[in-house]
């Protein structure tokens, strides 16, 4: 399994970033696939996470209306458009997959569902 994350940058609070992770190494159609964000000192903490079989998402409470996640499952790509973004939005991004196993939906990240793979991240900043 390879994740490769892009996309991260400096930006000012209000504006856009779209992260990018290319997957390879498996099958894309079998897992569930997702965003996490860590800043040092702290826990990592789950984005939002969509199933490549039926497209169904989940978003924390803190980035719901504001960011969106999709992919391109001919590319084997995922996506994270950020919109309306916060100095608190600042981390490092990372995607990761979990096999869905026959599981049609998107794997929520809990305890005892947590995410295998992981990429290498993508620093993004926000100035206030």
């Known amino acids: 399994v390879q994740l490769v994350e892009s996309g991260g940058g400096l930006v000012q609070a209000g504006g856009s970033l779209r992260l990018s992770c290319a997957a390879s190494g498996f099958d894309f159609d079998e897992y569930s696939i997702g965003w996490f964000r860590q800043v040092p000192g702290k826990e990592r903490e789950g984005v939002s996470c969509?199933?490549?079989?039926?497209?169904?998402?989940w978003y924390s409470a803190s980035v719901k209306g504001r960011f969106t996640i999709s992919t391109n499952n001919a590319k084997n790509t995922l996506y994270l458009q950020m919109n309306s973004l916060k100095p608190e939005d600042t981390a490092v991004y990372y995607c990761?997959?979990?096999?869905?196993?026959?599981?049609?939906?998107?794997?929520?990240?809990?305890?005892?569902?947590?995410?295998?793979?992981w990429g290498q991240g993508t620093q993004v900043t926000v100035s206030s």
């Open positions: 969509i199933s490549t079989s039926d497209s169904s998402t």
């Open positions: 990761a997959v979990i096999p869905r196993r026959g599981y049609l939906g998107v794997v929520v990240p809990r305890p005892g569902y947590e995410y295998d793979y």
